[in-house]
């Protein structure tokens, strides 16, 4: 009996050294109404009160002022009278003042009868603890926001969905393609954001994909097709990634709005299709203006001779054909941009007011013509010509789309392109135009032809009114004087065409009378090249019948070497521009340049080759000849080119 009782105190003995020098903790003993009753070296350490500091006193010392107002120590011993035990985590009050984060458990001490002689209490410094958790909770919180900022200024949508296709995040690029706000959104399946053709499929592909790992859209970039909150759809490119979270997976979507582009590649292929067409009909225009060339020259040669009154009527009848042929292949080559300009100063309200005289007497009295004209309209540098001729296409189109009457707008503006316009009609630079638009109240264009009506040949009038060549004439035109042009219709509300022509420095010249046609004569000496030998005969006969000596050649070789064995230079040269061999006209012509300088050089063509223009404009000083040409015409370009070399005293 005595051992055992000794065995117990030295049990308790250890116990109490053990309790005391524990540092960690505080470990102290209350009575059963809270006085402090023992006090351990971890106490001393945390709390900061040496042990006869705080034996006797009342443990509410430890907690803060708004906990003692509170009545949360008596609420303390209540709650481990109660429960048996309680736990807590709060702010408690050092010594000094200072208060610390602190984890405190409390259990009541019974006597074996029951009744009770106090509290344990144990209290652990958790500062360092919680203070790693704020720095955790505001590092995450920093995050957070960081993301939210990133997934909100993202251009491209962002969509986040669960293994059931629920939405779990929606970012504001989203917001703006779709027309949803993000509570409309999130927690809901992702399908309302499709048309219904998709929805049906994407359930499908998901529930295939999780079962049997086979990728049709997990994975993979594609196009497709969305459907905003208004009902509207519009293609999207959709790229979606696989990844788990809190061990499920998830899908994130990344969406990118392609009508814009889109829209720029559906302009860039009509306008290499409209190019493509465009070399085609300019080759085409080239080699039949050579045959219109002998067509022409022969009636006009036969129309001289007395002939019967009745070969006559066909002779003329032949001379008009022609003549319609040849109006037919300068559409052809205005729509292929190579007909050559001859630009020159143009105030567009001039030739408004001028032209309009004319529509006037042509379209009829049930047409109304309105100009609207512009104050201080910028001048613009363009073929005045083509412009007055594309003006009245525009008009005679525009009354045939009122058979019933109506009304002309005819409208000049100043404006600026920029760079967000540029960016929607990658085909026109950006900077200051001037404006030409012809607006009628007539039938209209269907939408799906609005797209075809600058291609050639294609016509929404009926059959046998119309070649289908007059819009595309005014669009090769346009581009060709480096303008823009654009189509606004409305079916049985009318049509509005708008032109843009750069703007120009400096003051619109007045146009100077044209002088009848005549048939000057001349004695020199001419070298004519010409690769077609019949058309080259034709040339060369019209000459010598107005007086002059001509020799000739088939290529630009054999005119090289004539220039270099005649005893004498020649008084012109007169030299196709496109033909077979290693020298072809502009060659030939800058070799004439270079050794004789004094002889002149008018060329001829079906067509305008750059290498006598620069985006379509005939280089400065350039003679040329446009095939099919009349007798009279070609007799005025060569006096004119003989009569401007400069007089004896004043050559080299």
Not at 8 to 23: A, C, K, N, P, T
Not at 127 to 148: F, H, P
Not at 200 to 217: A, M, S
Not at 508 to 516: H, L
Request: charged content about 25%; hydrophobic content about 40%; glycine content about 8%.
């Amino acid at each position: 009996m005595r051992q055992a009782s000794s065995a117990l105190h030295d049990i308790g003995q250890h116990l109490r050294l053990f309790v005391e020098g524990v540092r960690d903790y505080a470990i102290i003993t209350l009575s059963p109404d809270g006085i402090v009753k023992s006090w351990n070296a971890g106490a001393q350490a945390i709390k900061g009160y040496e042990a006869d500091e705080i034996v006797g006193r009342h443990f509410s010392i430890f907690f803060t002022p708004a906990d003692i107002a509170a009545g949360k120590p008596a609420h303390v011993l209540q709650e481990a009278m109660a429960q048996g035990r309680f736990e807590d985590t709060g702010s408690r009050v050092r010594k000094d003042g200072s208060s610390f984060w602190a984890n405190v458990v409390v259990t009541p001490i019974h006597a074996e009868d029951g009744t009770l002689l106090g509290f344990g209490k144990i209290t652990r410094d958790i500062s360092d603890r919680v203070a790693a958790a704020d720095r955790l909770t505001s590092s995450e919180a920093r995050l957070r926001t960081l993301v939210d900022t990133v997934l909100d200024t993202l251009v491209d949508g962002l969509i986040v969905i669960d293994r059931m296709g629920r939405v779990q995040v929606y970012n504001r690029a989203c917001e703006k393609l779709f027309g949803y706000g993000s509570s409309e959104v999130v927690g809901h399946n992702v399908k309302m954001l499709m048309p219904p053709d998709t929805m049906r499929e994407h359930d499908q592909y998901l529930r295939n994909y999780q079962t049997t790992g086979i990728r049709k859209i997990i994975g993979i970039s594609r196009e497709v097709v969305g459907q905003r909150k208004d009902g509207t759809t519009f293609p999207m490119h959709l790229a979606v990634g696989e990844a788990m979270h809190l061990g499920e997976p998830i899908y994130v979507g990344i969406i990118r709005d392609l009508t814009e582009r889109n829209q720029v590649e559906a302009q860039l292929r009509q306008s290499q299709k409209m190019e493509a067409v465009g070399q085609l009909t300019g080759g085409l225009a080239h080699d039949f203006n050579n045959i219109l060339m002998l067509i022409s020259i022969n009636v006009e040669a036969l129309l001289e001779q007395d002939v019967s009154v009745r070969t006559r009527d066909r002779l003329e009848q032949i001379e008009k054909s022609a003549a319609r042929a040849a109006e037919l292949t300068q559409q052809l080559l205005a729509y292929s941009r190579r007909q050559p300009l001859r630009p020159n100063l143009t105030n567009l309200n001039e030739l408004v007011l001028a032209t309009s005289k004319l529509l006037r007497r042509t379209l009829g009295e049930d047409i109304e013509i309105e100009p609207i004209l512009a104050e201080d309209l910028w001048i613009t540098n363009v073929d005045r010509t083509q412009l007055e001729t594309t003006l009245v296409n525009l008009s005679l189109n525009a009354r045939d789309a009122m058979p019933g009457g109506g009304k002309l707008v005819i409208e000049t503006r100043n404006i600026v392109l920029d760079q967000d316009y540029v960016a929607q009609n990658p085909d026109v630079a950006a900077g200051p135009y001037a404006m030409l638009a012809v607006t009628d109240t007539g039938t209209g264009i269907p939408q799906d032809a609005l797209e075809k009506v600058f291609e050639p040949f294609f016509t929404t009038k009926e059959v046998g009114r119309g070649t289908g060549l007059g819009l595309s004439m005014v669009y090769g035109f346009i581009k060709q004087s480096n303008g823009h042009i654009k189509i606004y219709s409305e079916l049985d509300r009318g049509t509005s065409i708008k032109m843009y022509l750069p703007r120009a420095d400096g003051t619109a010249a007045q146009e100077a009378p044209a002088d009848a046609p005549s048939l000057p004569l001349g004695s020199e000496s001419l070298l004519v090249v010409e690769d077609n030998a019949d058309v080259r005969a034709r040339i060369c006969e019209i000459l010598r019948g107005l007086g002059y000596a001509v020799d000739e050649a088939a290529d630009g070789t054999v005119g090289l070497a004539k220039f270099e064995a005649a005893r004498r230079p020649y008084d012109l040269l007169l030299t196709d521009v496109v033909m077979p061999g290693a020298i072809g006209g502009k060659a030939l012509a800058d070799a004439v340049a270079s050794r004789w300088p004094e002889t002149p050089v008018v060329f001829m063509s079906g067509y305008a080759q750059d290498a006598i223009t620069h985006q379509g404009r005939l280089d400065a000083g350039v003679r040329l000849l446009a095939k099919p040409f009349r007798r009279h015409e070609l007799a005025q370009m060569i006096r004119q080119a003989l009569d401007d070399r400069p007089i004896a005293s004043d050559r080299p």
